[in-house]
């Protein structure tokens, strides 16, 4: 399946919310047009990716996990467009962090258009026995990168937890960042919160 940006847009912010939307609150969050969410919406829906439920006079939609299309979707909607540029560059120096690491996402001003940010901003998911392994990766990444890494670093359970309780930063990077890798960790991370 091929997803557009908007369709991206609102399956990202359907897997961070932890409850049921209306159209109106998913065009508002994603800066759409209600005729263009319900759109996308109708189609989610057709797909068994997300459904609908009424609720008084508004139909609400959320993720369905029990659609056999929902988490090969959802991996599709975090996969970024092409790597280009600083980010492509960034994306191969910290290449080496795979191996001791499940998820990895820039965000911040780096992603943006911003034309000298100040530092990189990546989040890391990690198990915490990894964490001594994690560090000497780091410290050689940091060795490559020219500007400051500023790494948040989560557990598995740790992530969960924060997305349950809609902790502002880490719903944030998940709805805004770009996930370099990771992304069947990350998928099912949301399904667990979501059930």
């Not at 990716?49 to 909607?77: C, M, P, Q, R, W």
């Not at 911003?114 to 994690?134: I, R």
């Not at 790494?151 to 709805?175: C, F, H, M, W, Y």
Request: glycine share 4%; hydrophobic share 40%; net charge positive.
């Amino acid at each position: 399946m091929i997803l557009t940006t908007k369709e991206k847009r609102v399956l990202r912010f359907l897997a961070i919310s932890m409850q049921d939307l209306s159209i109106n609150d998913l065009a508002k969050a994603c800066n759409l047009a209600p005729s263009g969410a319900h759109k996308v919406l109708k189609k989610l829906e057709k797909e068994g990716v997300v459904k609908a439920k009424n609720i008084a006079n508004i139909i609400s939609y959320k993720l369905d996990f029990k659609g056999d299309n929902t988490e090969s979707v959802l991996h599709i909607a975090f996969v970024p467009s092409e790597l280009e540029g600083r980010i492509k560059l960034r994306s191969q120096d910290l290449r080496p962090l795979k191996e001791t690491t499940h998820v990895c996402i820039l965000f911040g001003s780096y992603i943006t258009t911003k034309e000298k940010p100040g530092d990189l901003d990546v989040l890391f998911v990690l198990e915490k026995t990894n964490f001594e392994a994690y560090k000497q990766a780091l410290s050689k990444a940091k060795d490559l990168i020219p500007i400051k890494i500023q790494d948040v670093i989560q557990a598995t359970e740790d992530l969960e937890q924060n997305l349950k309780k809609g902790d502002p930063v880490i719903v944030s990077i998940l709805r805004n960042g770009i996930v370099l890798w990771g992304f069947d960790v990350l998928v099912q991370v949301i399904k667990n919160v979501h059930q």
